[in-house]
């Protein structure tokens, strides 16, 4: 049985709606679930729009049918994190974005863009942090031989995957469970709790 450690609905939340930008690495079906809750008025949200760093990255054809504007800032192009990440501060700025969605986003984070944005800037990952940071979180869940994973939705700090936690869900392990059927299963917890997770952190700033 998994478990949700956030409400089903956040009604304290009174503001205006969260300006929403999205930074994706890959085939964002987070993001397709952030569109969703918004469109189910779930989440008061807008997307300013959503920054992608691999060319052909599958967040791009979502983005495209959910009506948001998308923006390439590859980080092969850059000499350091630092200057990477300030071009992105200058995109989202533009975009008049408040809040930093990292959806699949595969790149740490430096000082450039969490100054701006202060702990404004949200991440989800699938382990039940703070087991399994960093990258291939889901093979080592099983090669540990855990009974129980997740995810985790954290504000993000300059250590990878070590900032205050949000909200997590957990995710059984089950018998034969291969890296593709667990992270599946995973994947479905995310899509359930990014959506509401966003909703508390705003509800918790304000």
Request: net charge positive.
């Given at each position: 049985m998994d478990v949700l450690?956030?409400?089903e609905h956040c009604p304290d939340y009174r503001g205006e709606p969260l300006r929403l930008g999205i930074l994706a690495s890959g085939n964002g079906s987070n993001f397709t679930a952030i569109v969703e809750a918004i469109s189910a008025q779930t989440l008061p949200a807008v997307i300013t729009g959503v920054i992608y760093n691999n060319p052909g990255a599958g967040v791009v054809q979502?983005?495209?049918?959910a009506g948001v504007k998308s923006h390439l800032v590859n980080h092969r192009d850059y000499p350091d994190r630092e200057s990477f990440d300030q071009d992105i501060v200058s995109t989202l700025k533009n975009w008049g974005t408040e809040w930093v969605v990292m959806a699949g986003w595969m790149?740490?984070?430096t000082e450039v863009l969490l100054q701006p944005f202060g702990a404004q800037v949200l991440n989800?990952?699938?382990?039940?942090l703070p087991a399994f940071p960093g990258i291939k979180a889901v093979e080592r869940a099983?090669?540990?031989g855990v009974k129980i994973t997740g995810c985790t939705v954290h504000r993000v700090v300059l250590a990878v995957d070590s900032?205050?936690?949000?909200?997590?869900?957990?995710v059984p392990v089950l018998p034969g469970d291969t890296v593709a059927s667990l992270h599946a299963r995973i994947q479905q917890q995310e899509h359930r709790l990014y959506p509401q997770a966003?909703?508390?952190a705003a509800v918790g700033n304000s």
């Open positions: 450690t956030v409400p979502r983005a495209q049918a790149r740490q984070a989800i990952h699938p382990s039940l099983l090669a540990a900032g205050p936690i949000i909200a997590q869900a957990a966003i909703l508390w």
